[in-house]
């Protein structure tokens, strides 16, 4: 028997200077979503170093708001000293193991369980993923192989819709509906359709919410009829559009699309990837919009973002119909159900559960949120302010009133006004010509003031700017 390998202490080295780092980015880095002749042009990247709290670091020594939690997804903050002493205490006792030869880890079924707990009545089954992206791949091929076992072959067609985001690998940006990506790679793939979004601002300026909500849903069932229900597997879709700009859907819209689906059999798909684990104010979107899928996916908060971990979580219905027909999944990855990974989600659920931030953020920080952000309704940029629980946006506009934007086509002002709030210590984003953020679950409403204030003086010295 081989005895434990001993600790070596390293000895500590001084990290390169900024300048070489950013020199190394340059010749070696490839950040995710860039121009790298832009990225050139400035010099490289912005380096962060440490971040505590609300807050990120970076090299220069500038403190910044994080209003992004990230991307999305650290619900708890910075600096949980737990979560890192959990990954350690793991990777110590057992750092890796597959679940490829009918085998699992302790923390894999413990956080399965935990999963189905939360998501409850039917989603009681969990396979596991690396990412988000992943997870809309796993629920694409299993619910094709379903219709397959149903013995209705032709169920292959996904139905999306525009400027949804299901992830980056070729089946997840197929799934999306961001053109940009669709126009890289020759996407999306066959068996994809893609529908109008809810986005009343955008498409709906003027209507009634209800009569949006019917139409916006309707284009659902116009496209079940137009391509044959006996042809659609399922539609998917986000609780609230997270990367299409918050795209937050009017009142009646996911119950007149969940009855859609059932009318034609159609499986519903909700991707919980950015809405999941307490963003909205409940444990998952669809809780929220009092609707129950036949399959979700999430990520991102399910770890806060400490180590990478997905899931899909599946009906009782489909994994009995795989046990009776003794059907093989052939599906899986290396790091499914990651024991490290699994450990760091189950202490991160019992840090969200233990101070009540799912509560928190129905009771007293989303109200705040949507309240501060009322600030900025008259500011003569701002066309439209909206937010749910912790996710909110700000549309910027040339014209109060109207939904009119500058320039030629959507895209002038947002990025004006991002880089004068990132200036100003605040990271947000922009999606064309709407702001949007989503700060940590743990954030306060003095800091949510800041945030407000931040962006609030960013956009008047964006008027200048954009004259």
């Known amino acids: 028997m081989t005895s434990a390998i001993p600790a070596t202490k390293i000895p500590a080295r001084a990290p390169p200077s900024t300048a070489r780092l950013r020199e190394l980015d340059l010749a070696h880095h490839l950040p995710a979503f860039q121009s790298y002749h832009l990225m050139q042009t400035l010099g490289g990247s912005r380096i962060i170093t440490r971040a505590e709290g609300c807050y990120i670091f970076d090299a220069d020594g500038n403190k910044i708001l994080d209003g992004m939690a990230g991307l999305w997804c650290v619900n708890v903050g910075y600096g949980r000293a737990e979560l890192a002493d959990v990954a350690r205490d793991q990777m110590l006792q057992l750092p890796f193991y597959n679940t490829f030869f009918r085998t699992a880890t302790v923390p894999g079924v413990q956080l399965a369980a935990k999963i189905a707990g939360l998501t409850g009545g039917k989603l009681q089954h969990v396979f596991f993923n690396g990412s988000g992206s992943e997870a809309n791949d796993t629920a694409l091929r299993l619910v094709r192989h379903y219709w397959d076992l149903r013995g209705q072959p032709k169920r292959k067609i996904f139905i999306s819709r525009w400027n949804a985001y299901h992830g980056s690998t070729v089946a997840g940006a197929s799934l999306g509906g961001m053109k940009p990506m669709h126009a890289q790679g020759d996407l999306p793939i066959p068996g994809i359709e893609h529908i109008m979004q809810p986005y009343k601002f955008g498409d709906g300026f003027g209507e009634s919410e209800a009569a949006f909500a019917a139409r916006a849903a309707g284009a659902l069932e116009q496209r079940i009829l137009e391509l044959g229900p006996e042809r659609v597997a399922a539609f998917i879709g986000e609780p609230v ?42 444990w998952f979107g669809h809780q929220h919009f009092g609707v129950e899928p036949d ?17 899909t979580v599946v009906s009782h219905e489909i994994i009995e119909l795989l046990r009776e027909q003794d059907s093989e999944f052939n599906h899986g990855f290396t790091y499914s159900g990651h024991p490290a990974c699994a450990a760091v989600a189950l202490r991160n659920i019992e840090i969200i559960e233990r101070e009540g931030l799912v509560q928190r953020t129905a009771d007293v920080t989303g109200p705040y949120l949507n309240q501060a952000l009322q600030r900025l309704a008259a500011h003569p940029l701002v066309g439209e302010v909206r937010s749910l629980g912790l996710i909110g946006a700000v ?30 210590g605040l990271m947000l984003r922009a999606v064309r010509d709407t702001m949007i953020m989503s700060p940590p679950l743990v954030i306060t409403p003095a800091e949510i003031d800041q945030l407000v204030a931040t962006l609030e003086k960013s956009l008047t010295e964006s008027v200048a700017l954009l004259a």
């Open 295 to 311: 399959l979700v996916t999430m990520a991102k908060g399910l770890s806060s973002g400490y180590l990478p971990i997905s899931a």
């Open 395 to 424: 549309e910027i506009v040339r014209k109060k009133g109207t939904n009119l934007r500058f320039g030629d086509k959507e895209g002038t002002a947002g990025p004006v006004v991002r880089d004068r709030c990132v200036a100003n």
């Open 241 to 282: 559009q997270g990367a299409g700009g918050v795209i937050i859907p009017p009142r009646g819209y996911w119950q007149q699309i969940s009855a859609i689906c059932k009318k034609y059999g159609v499986l519903l798909v909700a991707d919980e990837v950015i809405c999941g684990f307490g963003r909205l104010g409940h």
